[in-house]
């Protein structure tokens, strides 16, 4: 299976517990700042303040917390001083490495991202170096058990969906970005729940890996996307259903 798919389930699980720490409500705070700051604080005319509101909701996030990280976007509140940056790498087994990073102190922020992909085998590398292997697309991922294939498709072409794929025991709904808070409502319409759904950057071509790298990689992508400044981790390994079973139960 396509290792997009299996991280998102991971960091769908992930999130549980880093919402229960405040960790994820700090993420998404970065979020709604920098979505007011780039598009204005009205949801009606800025889709991605729009998703980021939705994504916040979801994780029950204060309606309080939303409102004050939206005025610091729009100025009317300090600390609205986050700006977006892309970091790009290479990991073990020579697996590409793409952070999305929200921060107020790059000069902070640059040397911790360093630092852990030399900890976990990898190195930070320049502008570009893998960003040309990926894709922005909206994924949305469901247990194939869950729901017919047939049902999807129909609600796929309904929402716009580029892409319906069937991978291993998962289905991937595939999307443009622009579209990804309409796929999500025709999915809520239908009552149709995702089991993990993101903006992300989708690999054209991954790396398949054994038991000791699937294990490196997943250390370092899992110390990344634990980082505060975080905000999304993408890479092109591809780890076999065989090989993910071998590491669950170990």
């Not at 005319?45 to 976007?73: C, F, H, Q, W, Y």
């Not at 058990?145 to 929402?159: G, N, Q, T, V």
């Amino acid at each position: 299976m396509a290792g997009h798919s299996h991280w998102a389930g991971i960091k769908h699980k992930k999130a549980l517990v880093d919402n229960k720490r405040g960790k994820l409500w700090s993420k998404l705070s970065k979020q709604l700042i920098i979505a007011a700051k780039l598009g204005g604080g009205d949801p009606a005319m800025n889709v991605r303040l729009r998703t980021a509101i939705a994504d916040a909701k979801a994780v029950s996030m204060p309606k309080d917390n939303i409102e004050r990280a939206i005025k610091k976007g729009t100025g009317e509140l300090d600390g609205g001083n986050v700006e977006e940056i892309l970091y790009e790498g290479y990991g073990p087994a020579g697996v590409a490495v793409m952070c999305d990073i929200m921060t107020d102190n790059r000069n902070r922020t640059a040397p911790e991202i360093r630092k852990l992909f030399e900890i976990h085998g990898g190195k930070l590398g320049a502008t570009n170096c893998v960003g040309w292997m990926f894709d922005r697309k909206g994924l949305f991922v469901f247990d194939a058990s869950s729901i017919d294939e047939e049902r999807l498709m129909e609600l796929a072409l309904e929402a716009g969906v580029d892409d319906v794929r069937h991978e291993g025991d998962k289905f991937e709904l595939i999307c443009d970005p622009e579209v990804y808070s309409q796929v999500d409502e025709v999915l809520q319409n239908a009552e149709v729940t995702p089991e993990a759904k993101e903006i992300t950057r989708i690999p054209q071509n991954t790396v398949s890996l054994d038991v000791d790298d699937a294990r490196k990689v997943l250390k370092l992508v899992e110390a990344l996307d634990d980082h505060d400044d975080v905000q999304n981790v993408s890479a092109n390994f591809d780890i076999s259903d065989e090989v993910m079973a071998e590491l669950e139960s170990a």
